[in-house]
């Protein structure tokens, strides 16, 4: 079993930054892809980012590429989300999940095993 609990989701200007992490229990978190998704109101879960296992590795959503930065730290258990130049668009929650079959950096929602609770993040015009 793997507990995802993200943080730092918040209100911020259009253009701001915010960072959000995603604490994970466990001791093979360092094996797992982490991936990062949110969800619009009325609609499906989408892809934002996610991580390979060594952190060597990264894929992003093209609606999000050149702004936002996933990156982890084994150490700590912990992936993080750091996402600049926010845009009004980017107004959703956003989930933390975990990948424990590791075939290849996920895309899609149906590829992650476990989910944390989401977080808002807030950008306003």
């Known amino acids: 079993q793997v507990q995802l609990v993200e943080s730092g989701g918040g209100l911020v200007q259009a253009g701001g930054s915010l960072r959000l992490s995603c604490a994970a229990s466990g001791r093979t978190f360092r094996i797992y892809v982490m991936g990062w998704f949110r969800q619009p109101p009325g609609k499906e879960r989408e892809f934002v980012a996610a991580i390979s296992s060594s952190g060597a590795g990264a894929r992003y959503a093209d609606s999000v590429k050149g702004r936002f930065t996933i990156s982890r730290d084994n150490a700590k258990n912990t992936v993080y989300l750091q996402m600049n130049s926010l845009k009004p668009e980017d107004t959703v929650i956003y989930y933390c999940?975990?990948?424990?079959?590791?075939?290849?950096?996920?895309?899609?929602?149906?590829?992650?095993?476990?989910w944390g609770q989401g977080t808002q993040v807030t950008a306003s015009s």
């Open positions: 999940a975990a990948e424990t079959r590791v075939v290849g950096i996920g895309t899609t929602p149906y590829e992650y095993d476990y």
